[in-house]
């Protein structure tokens, strides 16, 4: 395995003409952020990051001090490079536009700052989530302009805050892992052209919610746990991490199929198919994945509005198959 770092991983793809400078640069900004983003998790109650801001994001959920810290880290870094017309975050109601002081760039960037925050107190690996839109040139970057389908996305990548911090990005040519090395300060290539095998026999799901699920979740989740007795005629193990950063990671590092789907309260979904779904399904694809609501590709799923929930089924492309017949089966 050869050790490029994330620049020189970045100037490889744009002289193959996979990016332009611009989209090197924007990734390359995102990076940095993650890794101030990594020294305030790493840093705990010693960096003021432990519990709850006195505050509420746009869903209505309390924030957490990284939540708070995290989006104001990744928005001071982005806002003046040059390369984005417009952003957006999971923490905020409305699009924010480059300042008219600073050149405006063809991107729009979306990002959910730190998933999974709920586990901050509790030392479980978090996450920072993020996708990348062109903009339409001449076009005001309004909300509208932000509604496109997953499948338009130019990048996608998320970082993990776990025992080493890990970095998975596309650019649209497969799916590649870097690891910070804690000593040069330098994402490093670790995994190159991830491969998430087509079978598995992992599930990942909030069993708590079991009932109210749909019937063709709990079909295939009974058969999973019926194990060799069952109709599947294997042994299943079950995880649940509860930060979607963590519980997709595994899934691209060993298989798996993680399973967030929609239920008798959550009648839409639950996950945001903006700033979690849709990067998550570009990568969870680009490594030969598949991820679906349960019934329809995530990424030909046409936005409707900036915050929208929905369920999200993704992973080892025979287990997702497998969930969507089930639903039509049902239907």
């Not at 400078?21 to 900004?29: F, G, K, M, V, Y």
Request: net charge neutral; proline share 5%; hydrophobic share 35%.
């Amino acid at each position: 395995m050869r050790r490029a770092s994330l620049t020189q991983f970045l100037i490889e793809r744009q002289r193959a003409g996979r990016i332009n400078a611009d989209l090197r640069l924007l990734i390359e900004t995102i990076a940095r952020a993650c890794k101030a983003i990594s020294t305030r998790v790493n840093k705990g109650a010693l960096g003021g990051g432990h519990g709850s801001a006195s505050s509420e994001n746009v869903q209505g959920e309390i924030q957490k001090n990284l939540d708070v810290m995290s989006n104001e880290i990744l928005l001071e870094a982005n806002e003046w490079g040059g390369n984005l017309a417009a952003l957006v975050s999971e923490e905020m109601e409305d699009v924010k536009p480059t300042p008219t002081h600073y050149p405006r760039g063809e991107y729009l960037l979306l990002f959910d700052p730190l998933d999974g925050s709920s586990n901050i107190d509790v030392n479980i690996s978090v996450g920072t989530i993020f996708s990348v839109l062109r903009c339409p040139p001449g076009v005001e970057p309004d909300e509208q302009v932000f509604l496109q389908p997953g499948r338009s996305q130019v990048a996608a990548g998320f970082a993990v805050y776990g025992p080493t911090t890990q970095l998975v990005i596309t650019v649209g040519d497969g799916a590649y892992g870097f690891t910070l090395d804690r000593e040069t300060f330098t994402f490093v290539l670790t995994q190159e052209g991830i491969k998430i095998p087509q079978d598995t026999a992992e599930f990942a799901i909030n069993a708590s919610n079991m009932r109210r699920w749909e019937p063709p979740v709990k079909r295939y989740i009974d058969e999973c746990l019926a194990g060799k007795d069952g109709p599947r005629g294997k042994e299943f193990n079950m995880r649940w991490v509860a930060s979607m950063v963590a519980d997709v990671y595994r899934v691209l590092s060993r298989g798996g199929i993680f399973m967030y789907p929609r239920d008798s309260k959550n009648k839409d979904g639950r996950l945001r198919l903006m700033y979690e779904a849709n990067p998550m399904a570009f990568i969870v694809e680009q490594a030969g994945g598949s991820a679906t609501d349960g019934k329809t590709r995530i990424l030909d799923i046409r936005p409707k509005k900036l915050h929208q929930r929905i369920a999200v089924v993704l992973g080892s492309k025979n287990e997702v198959d497998r969930v969507t017949s089930y639903h039509a089966n049902s239907q």
